[in-house]
């Protein structure tokens, strides 16, 4: 069956440090895949999308790499803070569907 | 003001009940979605609108029914609520031109008791 994993389990890191989550799929072969933060009770928010033809993206502290070999993306917060406690959701386009199919999120926790 | 509107913010209910969710958006997107949310389950999508004459059906759209009143609305009814219903729902608009980045609203939290 088709389906997309993240880490069910909550990532606790410290603050200043790295954190990387992963997400894992199979049976796509996605164009594209789209990397969302959401806060408890809000809903979530674009952060970062990388093509198939892309190893990598970079956005200020963030960075995505998707590995179409593998079937897996892995998204970097560097200097981690505090405030980038959140639930961290990667998401991806069937193709020829033209809708998105969610991962159920990997919830960070950055402590001071 | 906010892109995209839910209405109401939180909801409690009884079984059998009709329910109606309410969503507008100013972004100007044609595509909207209605998903729910629940626990390690994620988002999933109950149905979905690429225009105001296109409604279609998404994983979950069992016990659910949608409206397209004009390109800014998009309306989730519960014809008959009942308790495995109760979860988090969201309203969300997309641009194809952006490869569908989902714009969402700020949620429905809805309790069927």
């Known amino acids: 069956s088709q389906k997309i994993e993240q880490n069910s389990e909550a990532l606790n890191i410290q603050e200043g440090k790295t954190a990387t989550l992963t997400c894992n799929y199979t049976?796509?072969?996605?164009?594209?895949l789209q990397w969302y933060r959401q806060d408890p009770g809000r809903g979530p928010v674009f952060l970062l999308l990388?093509?198939?033809?892309?190893k990598e993206k970079r956005k200020e502290r963030l960075k995505v790499t998707f590995d179409t070999t593998l079937k897996q993306s892995l998204f970097h917060i560097t200097a981690s803070q505090p405030a980038d406690s959140a639930t961290y959701l990667c998401?991806?386009?069937?193709?020829?569907?033209?809708?998105?199919?969610f991962g159920a999120g990997t919830r960070l926790a950055v402590h001071p | 003001d906010a892109d995209v509107t839910q209405t109401p913010r939180n909801r409690i209910t009884k079984t059998g009940k009709r329910i109606m969710l309410e969503c507008s958006q100013t972004?100007?997107?044609?595509?909207m979605y209605w998903y729910r949310q629940d626990p390690g389950l994620g988002l999933r999508l109950i149905y979905y609108?690429?225009?105001?004459?296109?409604?279609n059906k998404g994983e979950i759209s069992d016990g659910y029914s949608v409206s397209r009143q004009a390109q800014a609305k998009f309306s989730l009814s519960l014809e008959s609520a009942i308790p495995n219903q109760t979860a988090l729902y969201f309203c969300?608009?997309?641009?194809?031109?952006?490869?569908?980045?989902?714009?969402f609203g700020p949620g429905t939290r809805l309790t069927v008791l």
């Open positions: 969300a608009t997309s641009d194809p031109l952006l490869s569908n980045t989902q714009y």
């Open positions: 049976n796509y072969s996605p164009a594209y």
């Open positions: 990388i093509r198939e033809n892309e």
């Open positions: 998401a991806l386009e069937p193709g020829g569907y033209n809708k998105l199919i």
């Open positions: 972004k100007g997107h044609d595509r």
């Open positions: 609108s690429f225009d105001v004459k296109d409604i």
